[in-house]
């Protein structure tokens, strides 16, 4: 048939099913009033189409399944398995089928799961049959089906003979508008204590839904099937094996409740239960599943980018602790669920027992603090997880909570108010940690907003426009601040009109308000204290221009109230100082370099930002000295802002780092003219170009990319750890970068293609980078960081793998770049305190060179070795050299100036500088809490030792 | 054939989501190699008695091949496509293999796998369906699409909207008479 007459055909067709029933002969009498052969053919499609039915309605592979399948399970049904006999066939468990069976020896029914005869006894699936009956004969729980034993019939099959549950699974229990409420807690408190058991015991269940939840006739839940149950991992190298049974596990889960860390196949671990579990608690108390969709496809897609509707808009009568509860099982990203099982099952119980006590659970409207008990006992249930929530909660709580819980770490990020633009970056965190007060800069000057960690309100504080920098009373009941006009000021948050403190304390830089009613505070001369009720300023350090210093600033009082700790501002480093009130002595925690925001932390540490990293160091509040050295407690931390603030009860408030997703990759000429190098935007930084000028090594996310620049097409090369600044060898066949991974640093090279395995050339226990490769000798530059924080210049023989420290000075040195005639070191260092570019000659005199004197920074050699570029701040300059030394910085020239990230390269030419224009404009709205920080701190420190 | 990255892999299907259509004919044999390789586990390996979902094969397939931290939803979209026409040729692969076992020869282009298992199960009708819907092809080719979408990809109408850039409406009218036509043609 000629596709011509076929649309024909398909138009008479389709305008036949258009219509309504009786009008449809008509038509066709009509349309094919002239070509009987084309009334045949839709009248025969009509009646094929009524007729088709389920025909390739389903799938082909599925039709095809005896094709595929195979007949390889004969069933068991009447026959005598030992001393077992078979009864009934009872269902399809995750791997094999389940009989009902009577034990005749102890005469009591059991449940029997097989596996196939077809299988070798020694295959992967009956390894992964027994080891899955061993996982679970470990679990002894009322709540979960009991495993038996394992067994082999005399024709080697395999079989775990089980606890039969008689009952109605979860699935078909489930009214259309879900369970009441008492119904729902009661078992799923008991579901949860189960699964927190197994979790305990390192067993991650991995395909929790209604139907693995049996419900006895005398209404206890059994949880089943732990069918796919596997061993947790213990150690960081699992065998093939036991990753093909992670592979194999993530398409045998149910996709509506599987976690979205499931679906995409990465590894999971207990957090992807209590995602599934916060799935099947949705469903039983909504009656609806939070993702829907009639295919694998769109279920899994809904799954990884839709947010369920609340609970408590589809069950406004639930309890809102519930609801929220539900939901923070469903965050889609693992760390910001619940990170225990038993965190759930408290919180559950909790509920249970307020139900029990009568209290109401529905969301009050207002907020209550009943005194100090009060709010002790708040602070407790924020233990459990609901902090947001805190003072959302009624006097029901109060009346059912009688023992402290175990402190739980939980954490959570939030946005205080969108729709007021805050500056989240200055804001501070109350003392008891329940409240941020943050300013907001607006048109008409700064003024401050509380943000109370039990509220959904971000409230204005009356009073306190044209302030700068605010912090909390000890009691936290009040906040001072400082304004232009009228000096220091005070203002209750609990309403009144703001009073002066100290009408000359202005320019000072935020401060701290201590237990001893005094504020500590800063201005360009140092630190000085003055009392909360009023008075005159009493400086306590001096800025000491001479040791470098230009700033003291930060300060916080310590327990005890002998001493303060603040940042000093040295030689382009901060340092953490101690002042001692007794005899106004003051000092360096030496062992802390390139510190900022220090804290001090109940563990008996300080805890401060060194760049992206939360490092702390041990420090004993009598001899007001540091004890060990400082430790990583997390890398990665923070952005650009590290802003650190750590509450009395250990609450942590930071702010995250934002991912750089629209820089993009741009060829800039001398004139500053800009043409992107290639159109993909992301989280670029640290381009370097290869020798042949062909490819660039760039850092994208994590990862090092190298970009064919004319196909524009990339190839991810590293694909462990945290991967950053690549450089080229000299060949251009590898790429050389710096990797960190578990706490710990390296230089790694790989093929630039990303075949082969990555070998290391170099380790340090800090931050360790490489920089450039020697034109001749097998020779590369790196920089390497000591606990201080500082960097220094070493080379590295690739050859030998013998290391010499180049430069090394208690300053900052960073990028060394080897000239192109290899006898030159271009690098900038930190040690008049702001960066200046040096040269260092490599022959035996190793003499160095200043290059610039007003500030540098980046060097980056021209191919000819005749110009080396460098940017200060946006300013990017070149300066000439004839190649002995002489560098003629009278002449140096401003090429352009833009907003582009700090490294950069030049072509092989000479000609264009390849930039990562620099996307990242706007400021962090989020704050990051972490409630119990400090639990978490010692428990890192711990594993540490 | 020699093993390939996912970055490879990934990089084909943006490509080709971009519009590149050589980077199809690079993509398919990698494609067609991963679901053959599934489809057999499925077999050796999986619960007997489980129904084999094309979806969950290409899901895996999909999983294992493609970077999906670097793909969006629209090369998923298109990755479900070139999957639905590989498990037709793969589907009616076996099908050949297995009638050219059963009747004791063998058709040299076919290798059969050593892992299927030859059973006297009914008969499939897959060889018939996979030459109507050639014929199909050749009276409509968008209609035949649907049809391999659908039923041999398991996609939805949405999916299949999507990936061939028409409305889903008009899916819904292709499937019908296409599923029609295949249905008198099968039954003749």
């Given amino acids: ?945 | 054939m020699t093993k390939t990255a996912p970055q490879e892999i990934t990089q084909l299907l943006v490509a080709w989501g971009d519009g590149d259509k050589r980077a199809f004919d690079q993509l398919m044999p990698f494609v067609y190699d991963e679901l053959r390789k599934l489809a057999r586990n499925y077999m050796r390996n999986q619960k007997p008695d489980h129904t084999l979902q094309t979806t969950a094969l290409v899901n895996e397939a999909y999983l294992r091949l493609i970077d999906s931290s670097r793909v969006n939803w629209q090369n998923r979209t298109h990755f479900f496509a070139i999957s639905a026409q590989l498990m037709r040729r793969i589907l009616v692969d076996f099908a050949r293999a297995k009638n050219a076992n059963k009747r004791g020869g063998g058709d040299p282009k076919v290798t059969f796998d050593e892992g299927l298992p030859v059973t006297g199960g009914k008969d499939t009708d897959l060889i018939a369906l996979d030459e109507a819907l050639k014929e199909l092809a050749g009276m409509n080719e968008r209609q035949s699409q649907i049809v391999e979408m659908r039923y041999f990809g398991g996609m939805n109408e949405k999916e299949i909207a999507e990936a061939l850039e028409i409305s889903e409406r008009t899916v819904r009218r292709d499937w019908k008479i296409a599923r029609a036509w295949l249905f008198r043609e099968l039954n003749r």
């Fill in chain 1, 1 to 945: 048939m000629t596709p011509e007459r076929w649309q024909k055909i398909n138009e008479v067709f389709q305008s036949v099913l258009d219509l309504e029933p009786d009008k449809q002969k008509a038509f066709l009498e009509k349309a094919c009033a002239e070509d009987e052969s084309l009334r045949h053919q839709v009248e025969t499609l009509l009646a094929a189409n009524d007729e088709a039915g389920t025909f390739i309605g389903g799938n082909a592979a599925e039709d095809a399944g005896d094709l595929l399948d195979g007949n390889l399970h004969r069933s068991l049904t009447g026959e005598n398995i030992g001393h077992y006999e078979i009864v009934s066939l009872l269902g399809s468990g995750g791997m094999g089928k389940v009989y009902l069976a009577n034990d005749s020896k102890l005469n009591r029914p059991i449940a029997i799961k097989t596996i196939p005869v077809s299988y070798a006894p020694e295959s992967d699936f009956v390894k992964r049959f027994i080891t899955e009956a061993k996982a679970a004969a470990n679990l002894n729980h009322a709540n979960v089906a009991t495993v038996y034993s394992v067994e082999q019939t005399d024709e080697d099959q395999f079989f775990i003979t089980m606890e039969y549950v008689e009952g109605e699974p979860l699935g078909k229990l489930i009214p259309p508008g879900g369970l009441d409420q008492r119904t729902f807690l009661d078992w799923f408190t008991a579901i949860a204590d189960a699964l927190s058991h197994a979790h305990e015991k390192g067993i991650v269940h991995r395909d929790i839904k209604p139907n693995n939840i049996m419900i006895t006739p005398a209404g206890t839940p059994k949880l089943l099937d732990f069918g796919l149950a596997r061993m947790e991992r213990s150690n960081a190298q699992g065998s093939a094996s036991t990753l093909e049974l992670t592979k194999t596990g993530q398409i045998l889960g149910t996709p509506a409740y599987m976690s979205p860390e499931q679906a995409e196949g990465k590894q999971i671990d207990h957090r992807s239960d209590i995602f599934s579990f916060g799935v099947v608690m949705y469903m039983a108390l909504t009656g609806v599943r939070p993702f829907n969709g009639d295919s694998y496809a769109s279920v899994v897609s809904e799954l990884m980018t839709k947010e369920p509707a609340p609970v408590s808009d589809l069950k406004p009568e639930a309890p809102y602790l519930l609801s929220r509860l539900i939901m923070k099982c469903l965050s889609k990203d693992p760390r910001y669920r619940y990170q225990s099982m038993r965190e759930v099952r408290l919180m559950l119980s909790e509920t249970r027992s307020a139900l029990d006590s009568g209290a109401s659970l529905s969301k009050p409207d207002n907020i209550s603090y009943r005194g100090d008990r009060g709010v002790s006992l708040i602070v407790l249930y924020s233990l459990l997880g609901a902090v947001i929530l805190l003072g959302a909660l009624s006097g029901w709580y109060f009346l059912s909570r009688s023992s402290a819980a175990a402190p739980e770490v939980t954490k959570f990020q939030f946005t205080p108010d969108s729709s007021l633009n805050l500056n989240v970056t200055s804001s501070r965190l109350s003392p008891d940690g329940k409240s941020l007060v943050i300013p907001k800069f607006g048109n008409d000057g700064v003024r401050f907003y509380v943000r109370s960690l039990s509220s959904f309100e971000t409230k204005p504080i009356a009073g306190t426009e044209g302030g700068n920098l605010a912090f909390f009373s000890p009691d936290s009941k009040w906040i001072a601040f400082s304004t232009k006009t009228e000096g220091l000021r005070k203002v209750s948050l609990e309403g009144g009109n703001p009073v002066t403190i100290c009408d000359s304390c202005t320019g000072i830089r935020g401060g701290y308000w201590g237990e001893d009613n005094n504020i500590y505070s800063s201005t360009g001369k140092g630190i000085f204290a003055v009392s909360a009720d009023g008075g005159t300023p009493r400086f306590l350090t001096e800025v000491d221009k001479s040791k470098g210093e230009t700033e003291h600033y930060d300060p916080k009082l310590l327990p005890g109230g002998k001493a303060l700790i603040f940042t000093a501002a040295l030689n382009g480093t901060t340092r953490i100082g101690v002042f001692t009130i007794a005899d106004s002595s003051s000092k360096y925690i030496e062992e802390a370099g390139q510190a900022v925001s220090p804290n001090y932390v109940d563990t008996g540490h300080i805890a401060f930002a060194r760049g992206s990293q939360l490092m702390a160091i041990p420090f004993d509040l009598n001899s007001l000295t540091a004890t060990g050295k400082p430790v990583l407690v997390q890398p990665g931390l923070f952005g650009m802002f590290p802003n650190v603030n750590v509450s009395e009860n250990g609450t942590l408030l930071y702010l995250p780092s934002i991912s750089r997703t629209n820089n993009q990759l741009v060829w800039v000429d001398r004139n500053g003219r800009e043409t992107p190098a290639f159109e993909k935007k992301g989280d670029f930084s640290s381009p370097r170009i290869s020798p042949d000028g062909t490819r660039v090594a760039v850092s994208f996310g994590e990862d090092i990319w190298v970009y064919d620049l004319k196909t524009k097409i990339g190839t991810r090369i590293t694909d462990d750890g945290k991967n950053e600044i690549p450089m080229w060898s000299e060949d251009g066949e590898s790429v050389i970068y710096s990797t960190e991974k578990d706490n710990s640093f390296a230089v790694y090279r790989k093929r630039a293609d990303g075949t082969g395995e990555a070998e290391k050339l170099a380790e340090n226990q800090y931050r360790i980078i490489p920089y450039s490769h020697h034109p001749t000798e097998k020779i590369i530059s790196l920089t390497k960081a000591d606990a201080q924080g500082n960097t220094d210049i070493v080379t590295r023989s690739l050859e030998s793998g013998k290391t010499e420290a180049v430069v090394a000075t208690k300053f900052r040195e960073d990028t060394p770049r080897f000239s192109p005639d290899g006898r030159w070191l271009a690098y900038f260092s930190m040690d008049t305190g702001v960066p200046q570019i040096y040269a260092l000659s490599l022959d035996a005199g190793r003499r160095k060179v200043p290059v610039t004197s007003d500030g540098g920074m980046f060097p980056v050699w021209s191919p000819a070795g005749k110009e080396l570029f460098y940017r200060s701040a946006n300013k990017f300059y070149s300066v000439t050299t004839d190649g002995s030394g002489v560098f003629n910085s009278a002449d140096k020239k401003l090429l352009f100036e833009g907003k582009y990230l700090t490294s950069f390269d030049i072509s092989p030419d000479g000609e264009k500088f390849l930039m990562v224009r620099d996307e990242y404009g706007t400021l962090p709205k989020t704050v990051n809490v972490v409630v119990n920080w400090s639990e978490e701190l010692t428990r890192v420190l711990n594993s540490q030792n």
